[in-house]
């Protein structure tokens, strides 16, 4: 095991947390408010903000959509050097955060903005950043990555730097009482996949990370066991919590990773417009039975630690079966047909654009080639 951690962002966690900013934030700096479609007009988040921010000089940037696009995200870049902003607060849910991710780091570089999604720019620089979270789901409020789309292009590509780690992220579980039920829904699927992707590999005598890894799923299973029951302030936090930490780099520390699923999905979003979530339920099973004899033991102590199975041969199929049933309990499709995809092309389209992008090595052990994704996609049918 060998690796070097470190998340240097600073969690302001629990109700009434929002006050925090107006200490947080050096009262010099010229502060960009950037939000989604207006959900935190709604819910009292944007007033909380606002009052938290009284007497400073700030500005705000709307409109930035689910899945952000570059095209949208160039005009805060230009406020910003308009109005020589220096700091951004992102209020909202891992949109508006890789949003805002992409505008701090844009904002620093002279040239194409898409440039830091090719590749073209690595990012070494990026006016600081914090964060009010909206909805538990990526992690992104303090992670270093962030997914950016392109509609021009019809891409959705990723970027990642330590100048984007957010300085600090307020975690207030009360915001997440407006959250329509598909955005919750989505929410545990994406933080339970995120798990997996740093879990469901092969063992490496790693007990921390698989230890903490199992506790984050059994809370996500628990928590979607309990999704009738989910008004109450216990089942909120954790939820918050839990998805945090599913991503922040600590249970990858060290360990073997896979992110295929992510990296298939981010296709089937830039393709077919499915919501984040929705697009790894539909990949994650299909890719898991094609490698199943690569995982086959992660997937067994997954079923027993975290479902309880019982330890017979079949184990590592039946764990497959109970992640499906966990995503159906939530009314999340498992098939690419039930998310209204028929296009028979789709393997092939997939397929080929995972390798326009270069990404013709995925999964653990880098076996995953575009050929393995055609085959995937045509199984998740
Ligand atoms: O835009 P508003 O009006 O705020 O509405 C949003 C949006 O329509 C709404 N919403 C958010 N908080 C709400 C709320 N509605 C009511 N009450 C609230 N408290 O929810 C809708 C979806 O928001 P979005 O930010 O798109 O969802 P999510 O947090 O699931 O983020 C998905 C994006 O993050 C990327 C995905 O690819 C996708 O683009 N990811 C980022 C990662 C990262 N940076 O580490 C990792 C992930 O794997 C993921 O790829
Ligand atoms: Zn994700």
């Known amino acids: 095991m060998k690796f070097t ?70 005009q805060a870049v230009a406020l910003i050097r308009k109005e020589k902003l220096d700091y951004i607060l992102a209020v909202g849910g891992g949109s508006v955060i890789d949003g805002s991710k992409y505008v701090a780091a ?12 090719t590749g073209k720019h690595r990012v070494q620089q990026a006016l600081p950043l914090s964060v009010v979270l909206t909805l538990p789901a990526t992690g992104s409020e303090s992670n270093n990555g962030a997914v950016i789309s392109k509609k021009a292009l019809q891409e959705k590509r990723i970027f990642s730097s330590n100048a984007v780690f957010p300085r600090f992220a307020v975690l207030d579980p009360d ?34 990370q698989d230890g903490y890894a199992e506790t984050l799923l059994r809370n996500l299973l628990n928590l979607s066991l309990q999704f009738k029951e989910r008004d109450n302030d216990a089942w909120r936090a954790n939820f918050m919590w839990t998805a945090n930490q599913a991503f922040n780099g600590l249970i990858g520390a060290g360990v073997p990773q896979d992110w295929a699923t992510h990296m298939i999905g981010h296709e089937l979003t830039a393709a077919y417009g499915i919501d984040h979530a929705r697009t790894l339920a539909i990949i994650q099973s299909a890719l898991l039975r094609d490698r199943i004899e690569d995982k086959k033991v992660k997937l067994a102590q997954l079923g027993r630690i975290v479902f309880g199975l019982a330890p017979d041969v079949d184990i590592a199929q039946r764990t497959i079966a109970e992640i499906e049933k966990l995503y159906r309990s939530l009314d999340i499709p498992v098939w690419l047909s039930e998310a209204g995809v028929t296009d028979a092309t789709a393997p092939d389209r997939i397929a080929r654009n995972i390798e326009a992008h270069g990404l013709t090595k995925l999964g653990e052990k880098g076996e995953i080639t575009p050929e393995v994704v055609r085959r995937i996609v045509a199984a998740a049918a």
Do not use: M
């Open 175 to 208: 915001v997440i009482k407006s959250l329509p039920e598909r955005q919750i829904a989505n929410g545990l699927v994406d933080a339970f996949v995120h798990v997996c992707e740093q879990y469901i590999t092969y063992p490496v005598q790693a007990w921390v």
């Open 5 to 74: 951690y470190s998340n240097p962002t600073v969690i302001h966690f629990g109700q009434g947390k929002i006050a925090a900013i107006s200490k947080a934030i050096d009262s010099a700096r010229k502060v960009l408010v950037i939000y989604g479609g207006g959900s935190i007009k709604k819910n009292g988040v944007y007033d909380q903000v606002a009052a938290a921010l009284e007497g400073r000089q700030w500005r705000e940037f709307s409109g930035v959509e689910p899945n952000p696009a570059v095209e949208t995200l160039d």
């Open 106 to 117: 844009a904002a620093c570089y002279d040239g194409e903005g898409w440039d830091i999604l």
